[in-house]
Nanobody, 122 residues
Framework: QVQLVESGGGSVQAGGSLTLSCRIS???????MGWFRQAPGKGREGVAT???????SYITSVEGRFNISRDNAKNILYLQMNSLKPEDTATYFC?????????????????WGQGTQVTVSS
């Protein structure tokens, strides 16, 4: 059974850093993965993706501050977040695609975690 479990959220001041982790079960490196977020009263937003062949993409607002990576040996997906801003406050979700599929939009991701809260204060 596929399971995605996020951890690492918390409260930080602006300019601080957090690293989110997503433990993955029953998914291997052949699946593209991504991080999404949803702020109160707003729709879900794609933050970063890492495709099964290794390419990465980010939304403009986090480029240069966030880094997505995966440890295939440990089955963990990471999101390193630096220089955090209050507008980064949201619930963050990890997601996975079917095998051998390039995925970018949230509609293309099949499996989702429950989310972890990130709060950035000014």
């Amino acid at each position: 059974q596929v399971q995605l479990v996020e951890s690492g959220g918390g409260s930080v001041q602006a300019g601080g850093s957090l690293t989110l982790s997503c433990r993955i079960s029953e998914i291997d490196s052949s699946s593209s993965m991504g991080w999404f977020r949803q702020a109160p009263g707003k729709g879900r937003e794609g933050v970063a993706t890492i495709q099964w062949q290794g390419s990465k993409s980010y939304i403009t607002s986090v480029e240069g501050r966030f880094n997505i990576s995966r440890d295939n040996a440990k089955n963990i997906l990471y999101l390193q977040m630096n220089s955090l801003k209050p507008e980064d406050t949201a619930t963050y979700f990890c997601a996975a695609c079917r095998r051998w599929t390039v995925c970018y939009s949230d509609q293309s991701f099949e499996y989702w975690g429950q989310g972890t809260q990130v709060t950035v204060s000014s």
